[in-house]
């Protein structure tokens, strides 16, 4: 005998059960319970079992008891073997859900271990947002595509001026691609939040003055970065602007406008850079005529900062990058290094712990500093900001040995006060 003699509506909601349990427990289904059952729907029950009452309309069923009665009825079929004749072969939902959560956890640690993020640990908490949203679409291939779009979008900022849908158009070919209703949009602004440690906006006024940090539609002229010392070669209007206030002894201002239309031109030896005026300030006064190449980004680099050290590192010449240690600090540290290839200066653990004081602001929030990861550590156990001003004398310090011929004429072939080659 088949099974198909088992084939009844009157019997289905048993099959649907056991179907639903075998196959969301590979197989591994000892009893069903089957509830609500009509009065036609027991009698059939009580048949198949060989009962002597009818079953109450919430009723257990052992499947032990019904393999010996389908094996005998069919010759051999068991009760998974009936589930299939019936309805078709099994599929492993628990399989499945295995599949899914492996696909998943692959994803997540592609991102996690992306090279922005690498460089930027501060989208960490990025991606953890994104994932407790869920996956697009539940797919995981879904999801990947919009994060590598949101990693190009990530790593092309700071952009130079351009209008959004420009940007947009030139990454992605959808000029709406980063409207504020769209998904990437949305996505890349979270970004953008979290490397400043800020929630993510949710007015326009907010949207904007994010995408104007990263240099999207932004003004070229208060766009701008604070130098000093720096003598570029070359004859153009930058390059003669900046070597004129460097023999001054005074500090000068660069726009976004200047470097958009006036090439840096190379620079030689290494260009300190830092996050505070007040160290400009300071080794003005110490040094005068002869203050090293600096630049200030002033907390959270301008686009006119990124653009310009890109340039000078473009030239050859070697960034060193100095900060405060704290959380703000750290991820500024960290952004600039990445846009920038600027190398940590007197930034590491050990500086920290020589200098940071007993008492002081709290560090706040302290991301991953992947240029030396005992730094993060280090300011996480002692809580404590060593904020740039008062390390101030070590950084004049290692300046001065540039200044006093200790290390600038073999690193650099140029005094600091003398006019480098032009051209």
Same mark, same amino acid.
């Given at each position: 005998?088949?099974?198909a ?20 427990t590979?197989?591994?289904? *000892? ?28 009723? @257990? ?29 099994? @599929? ?32 960490? @908490? ?6 407790? %949203? ?7 291939s ?32 959808d *000029? ?46 208060? /766009? ?8 570029p ?12 206030w ?56 301008? /686009? ?18 100095? !900060?405060?240690?704290?959380? #703000?600090?750290?991820?500024?540290a960290?952004?600039?290094? *990445?846009? /920038? ?8 653990? #050990? ?31 002692? !809580? ?9 004398? *070590? ?9 006093d011929?200790? %290390? /600038? ?8 006060g ?6």
């Amino acid at each position: 005998m088949t099974a198909a003699r088992f084939d009844r509506p009157e019997l289905a909601p048993l099959w649907t059960e056991l179907r639903r349990r075998f196959e969301g427990t590979d197989g591994r289904v *000892s009893r069903v319970r089957l509830h609500h059952l009509q009065p036609a729907e027991r009698a059939a029950l009580a048949d198949l079992l060989g009962l002597a009452y009818t079953p109450d309309p919430d009723v @257990t069923v052992s499947v032990r008891l019904l393999d010996t009665i389908l094996q005998t009825a069919t010759g051999g079929l068991d009760t998974r073997g009936v589930v299939e004749a019936i309805g078709g072969p099994l @599929t492993s939902r628990a399989e499945d859900r295995r599949e899914r959560a492996a696909e998943r956890a692959k994803l997540w640690q592609w991102a996690r271990e992306h090279p922005t993020v690498l460089a930027e640990p501060a989208l960490l @908490t990025w991606l953890d947002r994104v994932r407790a %949203g869920g996956l697009v679409a539940g797919d995981t291939s879904a999801t990947r595509t919009l994060l590598e779009q949101a990693f190009e979008v990530l790593t092309a900022l700071p952009a130079a001026g351009e209008p959004l849908p420009v940007l947009a158009a030139r990454l992605t070919g959808d *000029s709406h691609a980063l409207d504020e209703d769209s998904r990437l949009g949305k996505v890349v602004l979270r970004a953008l939040a979290a490397l400043r440690d800020e929630e993510t906006p949710t007015d326009a006024e907010g949207r904007r003055r994010l995408w104007e940090y990263s240099g999207v539609a932004c003004d070229e002229l208060s /766009t701008s970065v604070l130098v000093a010392g720096m003598r570029p070669a070359g004859d153009g209007p930058l390059a003669r602007g900046l070597r004129i206030w460097a023999d001054a002894g005074q500090a000068s201002v660069v726009t976004l406008a200047h470097l958009k239309r006036h090439p840096v031109g190379p620079l030689q030896g290494p260009v300190f850079v830092v996050e505070n005026p007040a160290v400009i300030a300071l080794a003005l006064q110490r040094f005068g005529v002869a203050c090293p190449p600096l630049v200030c980004v002033a907390g959270w680099p301008s /686009t006119a900062a990124i653009m310009l050290l890109r340039a000078i590192a473009a030239s050859g010449a070697r960034l060193r990058y100095h !900060g405060d240690f704290d959380g #703000e600090g750290l991820r500024i540290a960290a952004h600039v290094m *990445s846009k /920038t290839g600027a190398e940590p200066w007197l930034l590491q653990a #050990e500086d920290y712990r020589r200098a940071v004081p007993s008492a002081g602001p709290p560090a706040g929030r302290v991301d991953d500093t992947p240029w030396d990861p005992q730094l993060a550590e280090v300011v996480r156990a002692h !809580g404590i900001a060593l904020l740039e001003e008062v390390v101030a004398d *070590s950084l004049l310090a290692d300046m001065g040995a540039y200044v006093d011929g200790d %290390g /600038t004429e073999e690193e650099t072939g140029v005094r600091p006060g003398a006019d480098p080659p032009v051209g």
